[in-house]
């Protein structure tokens, strides 16, 4: 796929918005903290912010911090048992810091970014559960977002490639530090460091996700929507299979009922997964916009002092073609 000009590099991360923002609930059914219909403003910095000119770090500048941090923090409890799918709120705080990679024909993005908050409990949201997968239903009137919390410096360095987020109190969001390459390819270790704040210090490492490549189904042309039939199992195959998780993401949203999205996670090494009927009707037919998406992941959940932390690690899929495997879908019969 031929990037024409940034527009259309804005609205190709849109399009694969859902499965990118940090988590900010004990349920956060398109996992993001900043999809609350409010904060979709913010795509536009968050786009804005693929500038290699603007976003490019300095290694010599931010390295002797990042290993200030490691070492002066010691390492925090780990659940290796939680999902950022669906975390069950535990302690006072509840957040997330991740590094995503997506890659294009023409060019591939790795951000950097964090969002930490109150919980919200009890969710809106209602999970429903079919097997590897799990949809959510949320109402159209979202309650207030918790008020932001901060861990100071965030920092990540991978594959010689160090970056690094500040908390601007002007906004409540951690701005994404981005760079305009490809940082890994799966299987590399990514060390993640806060300097501390409302949320004490921590440090973790991460194993990098393997880059999966879709094979199944074919995907129409980036410029096409994806038709999702309702009433058949949906078979997804991927080659690049190693580290980390294979995550199919369906999501909807718009509709008068609210916005539904379906999860479902299956072993990288596994090669292919199914995404059953049952749970692609959950999906609502009066959506005004719905997506597919094929990524990998890592992550854990570690507790730093009173807050549980998810510290992950994404990259979308890519077809065989070399294009971004998300795509506009819309539903059929």
């Not at 000119?53 to 010691?74: H, M, S």
């Not at 990524?295 to 570690?302: E, K, N, P, V």
């Not at 807050?307 to 971004?324: E, R, W």
Request: proline share 9%; hydrophobic share 40%; net charge negative.
């Amino acid at each position: 796929m031929r990037i024409a000009s940034l527009a259309a590099l804005s609205a190709l991360l849109m399009a694969c918005d859902d499965t990118r923002r940090v988590p900010s609930g004990p349920v956060n059914p398109r996992p993001t903290t900043r999809d609350a219909g409010a904060r979709d403003d913010a795509r536009a910095s968050d786009a804005a912010a693929v500038s290699p000119d603007a976003n490019a770090l300095e290694d010599a500048a931010i390295a002797p911090r990042f290993d200030a941090q490691i070492a002066d923090t010691a390492v925090p409890q780990v659940d290796a048992s939680a999902s950022p799918d669906a975390a069950v709120a535990t302690a006072r705080y509840y957040g997330s810091v991740f590094v995503s990679q997506t890659a294009y024909t023409a060019v591939a993005v790795t951000s950097l970014t964090a969002g930490f908050s109150e919980p919200l409990s009890p969710s809106p949201c209602t999970p429903l559960v079919f097997g590897a997968c799990t949809a959510y239903r949320c109402p159209a009137s979202q309650p207030a977002t918790p008020p932001p919390a901060e861990a100071g410096l965030v920092t990540a360095r991978i594959s010689g490639q160090s970056f690094s987020t500040a908390f601007s109190a002007a906004t409540g969001y951690y701005q994404p530090q981005t760079v305009m390459q490809r940082v890994w390819t799966g299987g590399e270790r990514i060390d993640f460091a806060a300097s501390g704040g409302r949320i004490p210090a921590f440090a973790h490492a991460l194993t990098a996700p393997s880059l999966l490549t879709l094979s199944q189904p074919a995907l129409p042309p980036p410029q096409d929507s994806y038709l999702i039939v309702r009433g058949s199992d949906l078979a997804v195959r991927w080659t690049g299979a190693g580290s980390g998780e294979a995550v199919i993401t369906m999501g909807g949203s718009g509709g008068p009922s609210g916005s539904t999205s379906v999860t479902c996670v299956f072993p990288s090494n596994a090669g292919a997964g199914t995404v059953p009927s049952a749970a692609i009707g959950a999906l609502p037919s009066d959506g005004t916009r719905y997506s597919f998406t094929l990524s990998s992941r890592a992550y854990d959940q570690i507790r730093a002092g009173d807050a549980d932390v998810f510290v992950q690690a994404y990259a979308n899929a890519t077809t065989p073609q070399g294009d971004n495997a998300s795509r506009i879908a819309r539903l059929g019969p």
